[in-house]
């Protein structure tokens, strides 16, 4: 979608930028550019709404730094707030972990064995870090 | 292009796990030749997610490069000359030189294969929704299996509520409905569980539901599934006291939450 973006240096102003979110990444282009301006790896990512139809991206060592979005409506900016926090593959992996445990109380089977994936650390109940 | 990275080396130093490392030849890098050749350069290597970052050794502050593993295979290469357990990652992008790497070994070749073909954020998301699907059905089914213990109970009550009461129970969750239950919860009117922490979602609501869902998993997922079958077992216990006109059913046994 279309944006309004500015970065997190003081005195930054608000440009317009298409923003393209691509598995844990987000691209943002000048709307009349191929090649993306730059990107935002959401990892250890915060998504707090600043208005109501604005929000920023901060990150968990420096959380002061924002990066500002504002959106078309209030709408729009919930769904790009709800999308940007399920993003990230830490979430996924959580998720996981998560459907893994409650299946194999349910049934008393491990969901991961027919991928061959049940030994792996990653997904183990004990690497879960609130 | 732009990335945030000072964020990104945060991430890849943080103590979030890592699904693999070790040591690798790698022939890629600025200032190297275009076709390998040579032993390479040993790098300290750490995957995690679909990034695969190196640092010059294990104490590095500063990754070296990052290589995000999507829209790639995994496949083993021939070495450069007298180079053992080679593999690469190959892109499908036009123009984008696959990248080499060799491990110290065998068990290790196989090791970095395996963890790098399963690296893709597409990989993982499709393991999540497999697993959603199951875990929806064996809702399903244990709902289901529910409602036979509790024909096992009531038999001396006559129990034709529990067999009126399944296509209730198919309204209340049917997985055509899409419905985590947290929303069938909500459904019925009584209040859902979990106020918690507004910032997270409860990956219940992941993909089955687009409405975010208050309830973080580890905790208020199980005082939802609790309402849940309490508000049934309620419903039932009711029927039954009609149906056996106020005859005090001592022997029901709750076995429910």
């Given amino acids: 979608a279309e944006l309004g973006m500015r970065g997190p240096k003081k005195g930054s102003v608000l440009k317009r930028r298409l923003v393209k979110l691509v598995v844990n990444f987000l691209f943002y282009f000048r709307t009349d550019e191929a090649e993306p301006v730059g990107a935002l790896l959401l990892e250890r990512c915060r998504v707090t709404q600043e208005e109501p139809s604005g929000f920023s991206i901060s990150f968990l060592e420096d959380p002061e730094r924002k990066y500002h979005f504002a959106c078309g409506s209030e709408a729009q900016c919930q769904e790009w707030m709800g999308a940007l926090r399920r993003a990230s593959y830490e979430f996924m992996r959580r998720s996981l972990i998560f459907y893994r445990n409650e299946i194999q109380k349910m049934t008393g089977k491990d969901p991961l064995e027919q991928f061959g994936i049940s030994e792996e650390a990653r997904f183990q109940l004990g690497g879960l870090k609130a | 292009m732009k990335l945030n990275e000072r964020s990104v080396a945060h991430y890849a130093l943080s103590d979030s796990p890592a699904d693999h490392t070790g040591f690798l030849r790698t022939w890629g ?212 006291l009609r149906r056996v006109w106020g005859s005090r059913p001592a022997r029901e046994k709750q076995d429910g939450p």
Wanted: hydrophobic residues 35%.
């Fill in chain 2, 29 to 240: 890098g600025p200032g190297t030749a275009p076709t390998p050749s040579g032993t390479g350069r040993r790098c300290w290597f750490v995957l995690k997610g679909n990034l695969l970052f190196s640092f010059e050794s294990r104490e590095s502050r500063a990754p070296l490069s990052l290589v995000v593993l999507e829209g790639c295979t995994v496949e083993l290469a021939e070495a450069p000359v007298s180079e053992e357990f080679a593999f690469a990652i190959c892109f499908d992008a036009p123009g984008v030189r696959p990248h080499l790497l060799a491990a110290d070994g065998p068990a290790a070749q196989e090791a970095w294969v395996k963890a790098l073909s399963r690296a893709s954020f597409s990989y993982m998301r499709l393991v999540v929704r497999e697993l959603e699907s199951q875990l929806r059905q064996a809702r399903h089914s244990l709902a289901l299996h529910r409602h036979s213990s509790w024909k096992a109970i009531g038999s001396h009550c006559k129990p034709q509520a529990p067999d009126r009461r399944s296509p209730g129970l198919e309204n209340g969750h049917s997985p055509s409905k899409d419905c985590s239950p947290v929303d069938s919860v909500e459904e019925r009117g009584s209040e859902p569980a979990g106020q918690g922490l507004a910032e997270w979602q409860g990956p219940a609501s992941l993909f089955l539901d687009r409405r975010q869902s208050p309830a973080f998993p580890e905790t208020s997922y199980f005082s939802t599934l609790h309402n849940w079958y309490g508000q049934e077992i309620t419903e039932l216990r009711q029927r039954w």
